[in-house]
Nanobody
Framework: QVQLVESGGGSVQAGGSLSLSCLYSGVSFGTNCMAWFRQAPGKEREGVAA????????YYVDSVKGRFTISRDNAKNTLDLQMNSLKPEDTAMYYCAADPRLYCPFLTWSREPEWNSWGQGTQVTVSS
């Protein structure tokens, strides 16, 4: 049984920064691909970033490249998302996702069906 609990959301002005964290409970965190997704009101959930089990490969949606950084600590079972230069369009509920596999799917990581477990989400609001 995998549980994912996100934290760190909040409100910030455009140009500011926030750091999200996801605590993983369950077996073998170090053998899971991990990802952050987000969903804005009235929009579909979209993949923001993903990271391989060993942390060496990272994937980002184009809209956050250069501003967001995904990382993980396999000793602490945590996944992080550092968000800098935030924009109002980054406003959304952010979700942590996990899937037990050795390699993250390079072409399809941003698709919801690729992910087995989900957290409850944490809200990020960016004001202009």
């Amino acid at each position: 049984q995998v549980q994912l609990v996100e934290s760190g959301g909040g409100s910030v002005q455009a140009g500011g920064s926030l750091s999200l964290s996801c605590l993983y409970s369950g077996v073998s965190f170090g053998t899971n691909c991990m990802a952050w997704f987000r969903q804005a009101p009235g929009k579909e959930r979209e993949g923001v970033a993903a990271i391989s089990p060993d942390g060496k490969r990272k994937y980002y949606v184009d809209s956050v490249k250069g501003r967001f950084t995904i990382s993980r600590d396999n000793a602490k079972n945590t996944l992080d998302l550092q968000m800098n230069s935030l924009k109002p369009e980054d406003t959304a509920m952010y979700y942590c996702a996990a899937d037990p596999r050795l390699y993250c799917p390079f072409l399809t990581w941003s698709r919801e069906p690729e992910w087995n477990s989900w957290g409850q989400g944490t809200q990020v609001t960016v004001s202009s």
